[in-house]
């Protein structure tokens, strides 16, 4: 997660995004898309996308024009991008209503372990998976030593267990009590050296929903808002059997359960899994896209990332998500035999012929392929 100094790690960089260019793909990053248009009224035509340049002095604005448009920015990215489509710009006025709902965290909650006296921060990042129930599961999580980022960005406190106000009291009450641990668990300075985070992910179902509406405190502009209506499964930031697993494994290690300040503040979960929001179905009744991932009412508007994802896993869902675009790609035709004929085959287990010479790095194939 923090880099690979043997130049080992398997990033988009030295896959997907590697063999794409090395079949004509164009690659603009600092870019950001900020309104796609139809050119007639399905989309068959094409579309005009304006880009935006995000980096440099003289940013710049420009159009391009596309046979079709794919997303795959991310729930955070792609939902609001056709939100903002539909709802503000006008442009894709016929997408489906249920655009936006039923957004799902991988019922996700993140608890640590701290202060244990040993040494945990040698080894994979990642590199145990339990599951502690029917529909929890957790991963233990170490950084190096000196990468205690994390325990700054999210501040973790002795476990507090429960549910709302409640809980917040029990946290203050427990501080006042104990202030001294409070404050070791806290400290962020050498954490990652002897403290792990677990991150707890459920299969059960509860979900948000994005809509773009206008905040209480936003007089005369409308953004994107989450929101939970009535019936909804609330978001929870306490599961039991996770909390349970924690103080067992704390136990072991000789340190301190924790649980996450903001999620005892602020009510709301953390999630590194966000999913769902661009619901797969027959029709735009039921659905925003087909198992293409082509979006209802359009041609050639496809969205291939983890908002197409129906439910919560409970699980990673890189994978999943990966399967999904693939297979949804592999229902593409090819427009003509010609242009079939260009496309170079990929076998991510080997490089092409003839190119390992042209890799960094001399020596035997396992090291060619080790800097490719």
Known sequence: MLGCRS???NTLMKN???FAERNGVEIRPSSEVVKITPLNEDGSAGYEVIVK????????????????VVLSAGVMGTVPMLLKM????????NISSLLGQEVRTNSETLTTVNNTGKKLDDGVAISSFISVDADTNIEVTRFPEGA???????PYVPMVTGQGFMRFMKFVFNTLLHPLKTFKVLRY??????SIILLVMQKS?????????????????????AVQKEGDTPLTVSFPAAEEATKMIAQKLGGEPGSALTEILLGTPTTAHIMSGVAMGNDKSN??????????????????DGSIVPGNLGVNPSLTITALSEFAMSQIPVFSAERAAKIQRIEFSRPLEGQVSDLKGTGDLASALSNA
């Open 189 to 194: 300075k050498g954490k990652a050296k002897d």
């Open 86 to 93: 539909r709802d503000q710009h006008k442009t894709l006025p």
């Open 7 to 9: 130049n080992a790690k």
């Open 287 to 304: 659905g925003v896209v087909d198992f293409t991932g082509q979006v209802f009412g359009y041609q050639n508007l496809r969205v291939l």
């Open 16 to 18: 997907y995004l590697y």
């Open 53 to 68: 340049e995000t980096l440099g002095k003289n940013v710049r604005q420009y159009s391009l024009r596309s046979r079709g």
């Open 148 to 154: 205690d980022a994390s325990w700054i960005y999210i």
């Open 205 to 225: 179902e509860a979900f948000i929903h994005f809509e773009w509406r206008r905040k209480w405190y936003r007089l005369f502009k409308n953004s994107i808002t």
